[in-house]
């Protein structure tokens, strides 16, 4: 039986008879091609990647495994349809805490079309992608059972300011409800999430040491989820703090060059990181996101399963 | 008595009656500030740089020190025009081999003009900055005393592919003539110059470590200058391999976040210098430069002292 994930925080989404993934029970995921070439381009690429012997191991864990291509009943009721068969890289978590963020200041190359090239770099120009070399696309942070996920819209998301971006790293962290616009994100599980030997930062770091080296692929518009389960935490158990590459529809060859508009943006990401490890109490910007909040709401009840 | 620099590589040259920068005999480099804010910028950058305790003095010693500025007669006879006083930073170097790679898949930033990032943005594309995350502003490299320096024209250098560049790295750490097109650059001097615990490769290592943390300043533009002298090896002696960072007119403040810009850039100038370090005698591609030697003659005789 497939579903509608749960816990999908950013791109198309499988509701309201549109075309969007499908989840198994058996922790597959099942992603539509997409219409144009970028379909083909992410089959090619998972088909290259999952091949490729010069791939170490522990490099490979941070991508979804690759099951091929199947023709299923899509989403939208139009009938058969090719889709990536790939993990499920959330169904080992409950309730997970998840940040869709997307690396790169420029989410563009040159083989691209011109009007894709001017459309990419519009939107980088208006997030955060060209100050901060990466920008958050979607999230979701589980707050209570009572209250499910805070999940602010797109829209809130894609207008995220770098401080914003600041404060929502913390809040990812932390113990106090992400809508409470009284309290400062008190970042509890900074150190239970990114910290520690297998923590985030730690799984950024050994990322960050393959692209300082590998030159097969570039990885333009490609996203890094992070992901952990706070009820975990709470029940002294693992966080699960782990991170997940997707989104390969824009990979390009490396041609013997290293990825350095995708390193630079992991970069500024393993420095951000870094600082609310070693000043969890410092929010170099306490007011702006919060009040934005107190004159928006955001809280979407999401699906607690 | 002020005189024309013998081995400035790139930017506006004050010869033929021109506005450009100005040496003496004590090693002080007078450069003329740029008509536009450009100028004020650079002066703005110096200054706060000169007396920011925040950079590590093994980070300093990457710039030219800065004396202020002077009102000097214009190189163009144009009468008294303020100049940048800075460190001559080749005056310790006798018959130098030399290039500027300027630093950055994007010389642009958002605080430009909207007519000066458009420029910007087709320079890069034009140009390997966007592959390569850097592009090599200028070179002379030093083949003998009879037939002194090549310095190939600045069209041709903004022309070059990643494959020129590759080259060009070799050839600069080469002993047999640059301009001869019958044989591979042997790459002997690789280890004096780019390898070492006092090498290029630990200079760029060094200043890799301080732009993995620092967010004082974005430099967009900036180039890094790398030489060494070629006959002090010959003589046994070090090659005074040493990097300095030049052109601060597009400095802008970090507000807490790293360069990744400039980061990227240098991790894979880095990457490629690496690559001669351990495979001196392959060369990724052994006819492109050649083959264009062979119907262009580039040496220009350059000044010897």
Redesign the interface.
């Known amino acids: 039986m497939l579903k509608v994930p749960d816990h999908q925080v950013a791109g198309h989404h499988a509701r309201d008879g549109k075309l969007g993934p499908l989840i198994d029970d058996s922790g597959r995921f099942y992603k539509p091609l997409q219409g144009d070439e970028r379909g083909s381009k992410e089959v090619a690429f998972y088909t290259s990647f999952s091949s490729n012997a010069r791939i170490p191991d522990h490099i490979r864990r941070f991508f979804p495994i690759f099951y091929g291509t199947q023709l299923l009943e899509a989403s939208d009721g139009s009938g058969l349809y090719p889709h990536l068969v790939l993990q499920d890289v959330v169904s080992g978590h409950h309730n997970p805490c998840i940040i869709d963020v997307k690396i790169g200041?420029?989410t563009w190359y040159?083989q691209a079309s011109e009007d894709y090239i001017q459309r990419s770099l519009k939107k980088d120009?208006e997030t955060t992608s060209?100050?901060?070399?990466f920008r958050i696309s979607g999230l979701q942070i589980y707050d209570s059972e009572e209250s499910g996920f805070w999940r602010p819209e797109k829209k809130r998301v894609l207008g995220f300011t770098?401080d914003d971006v600041r404060v929502v790293l913390r809040k990812f962290v932390s113990s106090n409800s992400p809508t409470d616009s009284d309290s400062e994100p008190d970042c509890s599980f900074a150190s239970a999430v990114y910290g520690g030997s297998t923590g985030i930062l730690a799984q950024l770091l050994e990322l960050k040491a393959w692209f300082?080296?590998q030159?097969i692929f570039h990885f333009f518009s490609c996203s890094i989820l992070m992901m952990y389960d706070k009820e975990a935490i709470f029940k002294g158990m693992s966080s699960g703090a782990e991170i997940k590459l997707i989104d390969f529809a824009h990979v390009v060859e490396g041609?013997?060059?290293?990825d350095?508009?995708f390193?630079?943006?992991l970069?500024?990401l393993?420095?951000?990181i870094s600082e609310i490890l070693t000043s969890p109490d410092e929010n170099?910007n306490k007011t702006c996101l919060q009040d934005y909040e107190k004159n928006h709401s955001y809280l979407e009840n999401g699906t607690t399963e």
């Open positions: 200041s420029r040159l120009r060209l100050s901060l070399g770098a300082e080296d030159t041609e013997g060059v290293i350095h508009n390193l630079g943006g970069c500024s393993i420095k951000m170099p």
